[in-house]
């Protein structure tokens, strides 16, 4: 894989019995890319991030994640990158910083690293009279922020965002897009995928999959310009129009 590249796989594929769920994919992700991940329900996203994330082997294919052979060193993958799920993968009995140490700890930081770490993010997040607060009892704009930042506590090349803002409102919505930009330009790689169409337009480049197979991929103003529309949304409607798969 070429030292610009974050992410780079070549016809991978995913089979449950005689069910393709994700059909000979090929694509690179630049490093410090936002790269967004579009599908309808079953189109495969959610399949093919496991193979990113080292959690599911392929079937057919190969590639590599940050620097890792998504085969042979699924292993390594999992320290070199963050992920955050829609449920903001925290744990709402225990306190902010009682989080911020667990995830730590999970990626394995050292106490000195953990306390440094922690203090940077109380700052960062403005978050430092929360410390003692169980997660259950902060606004969910706070728990969004908090749970991007534990899943890039470690400064993981890359970040995996799984619906990120999935039932939260525009205006929060649009914070945590302020939040995916600066750890972009801090330097880090981030693939998020996302049901609202009007957030692929913040992505750098957009791939839109249908039925486990690619039907669009490249930036969003290239692609409206391809289907001579004006946004994403009416992108996606014509390439997943013969979708067979809807859950």
């Known amino acids: 894989m070429g030292n610009d590249k974050a992410i780079s796989v070549k016809n991978l594929t995913k089979k449950f ?11 690179d992700v630049a490093k410090g890319e ?9 189109a495969g996203k959610t399949t093919a991030m496991r193979m990113l994330c080292g959690l ?6 190969d590639g590599h994640v940050a620097g890792c052979d998504i085969i042979t060193q699924a292993e390594a993958i999992k320290h070199r990158i963050g992920y955050m799920s829609q449920k903001f ?3 709402a009995d225990l306190t902010v910083e009682e989080n911020i140490r667990l995830f730590s700890t999970i990626y394995g930081m050292s106490s000195s690293q953990i306390r440094e770490a922690s203090e940077r993010l109380f700052k960062e997040l403005e978050m430092e009279n929360m410390r003692n607060t169980f997660v259950k009892d902060i606004p969910v704009g706070w728990k969004q922020k908090l749970a991007l930042a534990t899943a890039t506590i470690h400064k993981p090349q890359i970040v995996f965002l799984d619906e990120p803002t999935g039932g939260v409102d525009p205006v929060t919505r649009r914070k945590f897009w302020e939040l995916i930009y600066k750890a972009s330009s801090d330097g880090m790689t981030v693939f998020v995928t996302t049901h609202y169409l ?7 480049r957009i791939f839109i999959m249908v039925d486990g197979k690619i039907s669009a991929l490249d930036s969003p103003s290239a692609l409206k310009e391809k289907y001579h ?4 949304d009416e992108v996606f409607r014509i390439v997943a129009q013969n979708a067979q798969r809807t859950d």
């Open 17 to 27: 019995g005689s069910f393709t769920a994700v059909d000979h994919i090929t694509f």
């Open 34 to 42: 936002i790269f967004g991940f579009l599908g309808a329900n079953g």
């Open 56 to 61: 599911s082997r392929p079937t057919e294919g």
């Open 89 to 91: 993968s925290l744990y």
């Open 198 to 204: 009007d957030e692929a337009e913040y992505c750098n």
């Open 229 to 232: 529309v004006a946004t994403i």
